[in-house]
């Protein structure tokens, strides 16, 4: 039996091509030695696939191709008709039936699924980071955040983190209370990346007491008394000035407004940075 010999072309890097082609091979009963397969990525003009043909002809080898730019496809599809090579379009027909079910024309855009795939995993990195460096748990995230939060309890900086590690920004949150002094790092990182969450002492009061109702606790603990929130709110506004970064009120914000503030914040600073 003679060896299979299979070049993989593509205008991307290729891998959808050449798990499509060990797929195919994995159903016949053949050697691992008996198969060859060579993967020619990011074509982009018609002289690289000259040089795919050139290869084919000479190994006389099977051509399996994910190429979705018109007239590079077209140059590919002309040449091997020429020579009478075997092929296979891995892209070709599901753009077709999609064009046909969609009536939409199709990007022709080389790369879109990786560049996808990196989006995701960056949104999953910034999740990873939100949790693993919740509620100030470890100062060493300090220096890698994108933004970082400060503000005493009861301020949504939780889910504001988690809100923004959907949009792929890594957060910290740090608490702020007074019987605990921050990480000496929170004083050293660039303040612009660094946002203050305020709350008025009427809200955060109601918003405590619902808490203390939910826990089966009375109203009357300290940590929904006046003098207990005044202390902690002074504490804040100490260590917002020694920080210098912006301030930004939370009171009757919702989650997303909150979040879509923080942004526009951090971007405006970035842009002046830059």
């Known amino acids: 039996m003679s060896n299979i010999k299979i070049i993989i072309a593509s205008d991307s890097v290729g891998e ?3 798990l499509v082609a060990k797929a195919g091979i994995s159903q016949f009963k053949i050697n691992d030695d008996a198969t060859n397969i060579m993967r020619y990525p990011y074509i982009e003009t018609e002289q690289n696939i000259d040089e795919v ?6 190994n006389k080898s099977i051509i399996v191709y994910t190429l979705v730019k018109p007239q590079i ?3 590919m599809e002309e040449r091997i008709r020429e020579y009478n090579l075997l092929s296979v379009d891995i892209m070709g027909p ?3 039936s999609l064009k046909e079910s969609l009536g939409l024309n199709p990007l022709n855009e080389p790369g879109i699924v990786h560049k996808l795939d990196e989006d995701y995993f960056k949104k999953i990195e910034a999740m990873e980071f939100a949790v693993k460096y ?5 100062p060493k995230g300090l220096p890698k955040a994108d933004i970082i939060l400060i503000g005493i309890s009861r301020t949504s900086k939780t889910p504001i983190s988690q809100y923004l590690a959907h949009k792929r920004y890594k957060v910290m949150n740090v608490p702020i209370v007074p019987e605990v002094t921050p990480p000496e790092k929170l004083f050293e990182i660039d303040p612009k990346k660094c946002i203050a969450l305020k709350i008025s002492k009427e809200k955060l009061n109601a918003i405590r007491k619902a808490r203390l109702e939910q826990l089966g ?3 009357s603990a300290r940590y929904a008394n006046d003098k207990r929130i005044e202390e902690e709110l002074q504490y804040f506004n100490e260590i917002v000035e020694r920080i210098g970064c912006p301030v930004l009120d939370v009171t009757d914000k919702a989650i997303e407004e909150t979040a879509n503030n923080i942004i526009q914040i951090i971007e405006h600073n970035n842009s002046i940075s830059e």
């Open 53 to 58: 043909i050139a290869l084919a002809r000479e």
């Open 217 to 219: 606790l009375s109203h």
């Open 16 to 18: 959808t091509a050449e």
């Open 73 to 75: 496809k077209n140059y």
């Open 134 to 138: 919740d509620d100030g748990k470890d």
């Open 94 to 96: 599901m753009l077709n």
